[in-house]
């Protein structure tokens, strides 16, 4: 169970797996994730689900601390300890008319399933990647393949527009487009001034949360988010919610305090 195929290496520290879990395949629907576990006690990572088969599901991951560079040692035919899903509300996958789909850095894997699924509702559909640099981009041929129109952006201007997602959003609307809905994917500060510029542009957005989560069933509290009035939980509530409800710079701290616990982590795994 859960045995890992067609493992590729798509730009530094990012890795593309294929992984056996029939049970998850059958049920899951764009915007919904699992939670993996590399081995026995160890760390529990939220994934997306980036795409599915008949009885596998294709997981993105970056590595960022100790469980996930053990994650990329992982080859084929070597297999998780568990993963647990479809986990989350699949995105609300409508005819909207013409829809901007933003996504930065590792966040282009899960806008890609809402992607394929908003194309195959007949919408028009205008993506847009971002990374730092021109190496660090995936899934550029997935994108082009199933977006209408592409824009990428880069921090250097290696590739694409140089400058940030917001940028290329207010590329987008000069160009004439009138956006209905749009998704943003990525760091939490990218998605907090891509709310912004959304709001001053004049379209509603969706983002998705992934914070620190740990049972992914609503009972930890590790997930907690304030959307608009409410205290809600990532795992069970979202992860996608109104960006123009999330309460961005509460979410920035607290994942702000576990920067430092997922340094010592990493730093004590190369001894
Ligand atoms: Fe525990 Fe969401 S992960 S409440």
């Not at 590729?8 to 056996?20: F, I, N, P, R, T």
């Not at 991951?61 to 989350?88: C, I, W, Y």
């Not at 399933?113 to 899934?139: C, F, H, Q, W, Y």
Request: proline share 4%.
């Amino acid at each position: 169970m859960f045995e890992i195929s067609e493992k590729k290496k798509l730009a530094q520290d990012v890795y593309s797996v294929w992984v056996e879990a029939p049970k998850i395949a059958a049920h899951a629907q764009p915007g919904q994730f699992v939670i993996v576990i590399a081995e026995e006690d160890g760390e529990r990572i939220p994934l997306t689900i980036v795409d599915k088969a008949e009885d596998k599901i294709r997981l993105i991951f970056q590595v960022v601390g100790k469980s996930t560079k053990k994650m990329a040692t992982f080859e084929n035919r070597d297999s998780f300890a568990h993963v647990v899903g479809p986990l989350g509300n699949p995105s609300e996958i409508e005819y909207y008319g013409t829809v901007l789909l933003i996504g930065g850095g590792i966040g282009v894997a899960p806008i890609l399933p809402i992607l394929k699924a908003l194309k195959e509702k007949g919408n028009r559909v205008i993506s847009i990647m971002g990374a730092r640099t021109a190496d660090l981009l995936i899934l550029e041929d997935e994108f082009s393949q199933f977006s209408d129109k592409l824009i990428v952006t880069t921090d250097d201007g290696s590739k694409g527009i140089k400058g940030l997602v917001t940028d290329g959003m207010k590329k987008v609307v000069s160009d004439g487009e009138k956006i209905d809905k749009a998704w943003a994917i990525g760091p939490v500060i990218m998605m907090k001034f891509a709310t912004k510029t959304a709001q001053e542009l004049g379209f509603p957005i969706i983002v998705s949360l992934n914070p620190i989560m740990v049972d992914g069933t609503g009972m930890c509290g590790g997930c907690r988010v304030t959307v608009g009035d409410s205290v809600k939980f990532a795992c069970v509530d979202g992860p996608e919610f109104e960006g123009e409800l999330v309460g961005w710079d509460e979410l920035l701290k607290r994942l702000g305090q576990y920067k430092v616990e997922e340094k010592e982590s990493l730093e004590e795994k190369k001894k």
